[in-house]
């Protein structure tokens, strides 16, 4: 029995017995982490594979006289971020797979090499949803669409949780930009914060998450780790959550009386408001002994569930970056890989047909696997585009050239059989963010941030592609990156564009197998890319306050009347599918919608089927449409499979000043292969 919200309530009274023997002092340790700052800004500064941040599983609180366990804190989500470990791609890469099943299984096996390292606590489920794709921590989480996001946390949580580790699901709440993390506060109407900002946040702990991570910022003028609304009315009140929260670290707690009070159970992952501070306001009168009271029987509950619910299996040092979780790192990247453009089906090449391979752009060659943020992982190695080519074609002639020289790179692109322009990304671009602080043992270099040149690529990547995209037909060009990237200034100048995010440690290998035609992509757009900057929210990413509004992404592009460059959803294949009879029915409390898809190509291949609601005939403003559903099916040529999506009718309700409301109307159904109108067929539905 895993410990599921059923089996971690049963704990309750033992919990309440061990909390009633603590003094106040021990109830106030176990709400305290036991790492230092100075550490901390140690490991940020100076970064070995031996010593980094969280290089060990960082501690809190428990407490041996009574047999509670110590909170062993490992943080994610590319993988388990102590010692060396399996890096599997991003988040968003995962998003792009728009598969639940394989992020159960890619949380089983960080969860696995977390208890193999001795923690018990898993701080990487990232489900905050960007408000504009500049965000550079947007590749922790999933994509710009709440019910994505909020099906493939919840698989994480699932995976994680089946192995007895603590599932924290962060940042909560309101958390999408990174310079101005600190002091922001963000604003929004009730129906944006409850309809697009916590659904999937509540979708989560529905599902079983046992832990909750406040934000850094502000929402309405109050930081999230001192937000009694959001903390103590939402989360445990009105979402009935069981668990504990903890503080983003650091600088995630500001002031005791006022976290305490608001029901903020852990401060990590050092002790600055906590521990004496804590005790003497309790003695002050101004924190209620009631609440110490019960952060620690939330903690000790939690922590009592996991440690005695049965073990599925052992977990020896064997287990950390085995060749079976370096497979599912790899087959993570073959399925996120999402083809943008394939002009004349150049792609794949032909293995047989080529000598010589040019890679160039000076992310080729580069071990580029994202953040060097909290989230950032040491692989035992990583294979970059221009290796992973050179292992699947031994006998080939594979040349690098960073492409600094455009002469030089057009005429290495003429005489090559195939040519691979690899542009975007990398951690000085796009990431966490923290800056250099006063005093000897601050942060010494800023790191990370928010996107600092835009949406589009870098001046010297899309002069690349421009001046030597077109010098060879066999040329496609490969993008890295943690969100959309703009394509429509230089896609003309390439016949094909494949969108590789950040692919993990074997990113390389799938690359290279995918331009090759060892994997046919499937992969599929966690987000619409855009013609314009300006289609998408304006966000000052210095700013102290901001507005978030309730439409992003491809809803805002869609309500405004706005054509994309690439819809949400869209990807292309080496093969070609068929979607036809369509059906929508409500059974119940679930809307079924049906429909039948055909490999009508020559390869096998995958495609994801989408289910969307419009909601033509609503009394309130509602989006034009919204996925409402997904489910990827693997067809071999000429091969027809019915596909069923279900979803729950209180997935279509609106959120009416304190209430969900569904509506009883006529409702437009669709399902397809994107958010594309013309690749959806409709129907409708009654409720």
Sequence with gaps: MKATKEFRLSFTEEAKKIVAKMSLEEKVYLMSGRSSFEENAEAFNNPTVDFHYNCYPYPAGGNDRLGVPSLLFCDGPRGAVVEKATCFPVSMARGASFDPDLEREIGEAIAKEIRAFGGNYFGGVCINLPYNPGWGRSQETYGEDDYHIGAMGTALVQGIQKHNVIACIKHYAFNSMENGRFKVSVEADKRTEREVYLRHFEECVKSGAASVMSAYNKYQGTYCGQQHYLLTEVLKGEWDFDGFVVSDFMWGTRDTVNAANAGLDVEMCDTNYYGDKLVQAVRDGKV??????????????????????????????????????????????????????????????????????????????????????????????????????????????????????????????????????????????????????????????????????????????????KEVGGVNPNTAAVLIGGNMIMIDEWKDRVPAILMAYYPGMEGGTVIAETLFGDNNPGGKLPFVVVKKESDLPAVDWNAESITYNYYHGYAKLEKEGVAPSLPYGFGLSYTTFSVDKPSFEVRGDMVVARCSVKNTGPVTGDEVVQFYVGFPNSEVDRPVKSLRGFKRVTLEPGEEKSVEIVCPTDRLTWFNKDHWELEHMEYVGMIGTSSADKDLKKGKFTL
């Design 288 to 465: 209620k002994e009631a609440m110490i009271d019960d952060a620690a029987l939330r903690i000790v509950r939690t922590l009592l569930a996991f440690k005695k619910a049965p073990d599925p299996q052992e977990y020896p040092r064997k287990l950390v970056s085995c060749m079976a979780h370096i497979a599912l790192a790899r087959k993570a990247a073959q399925k996120s890989m999402t083809l943008l453009k394939n002009d004349g089906a150049v792609l794949p090449f032909k293995k047989e047909k080529t000598k010589t391979v040019a890679v160039l752009g000076e992310l080729g060659n580069v071990a580029n696997i994202g953040d060097h943020g909290s989230s950032r992982v040491f692989p035992h190695y990583v294979v970059t585009p221009a290796a992973g080519v050179a292992e699947l074609l031994p006998h080939a002639a594979v040349t690098f050239y960073d492409g600094e020289d455009i002469e030089e790179a057009k005429k290495i692109a003429k005489a090559a059989d195939a040519v691979i322009i690899v542009v975007g990304y990398k951690h000085d671009d796009e990431g966490e963010f923290l800056q250099p602080t006063d005093g000897e043992n601050g942060f010494k270099k800023e790191i990370g941030g928010d996107r600092k040149t835009g949406l589009g690529l870098h001046d010297q990547d899309i002069r690349l592609l």
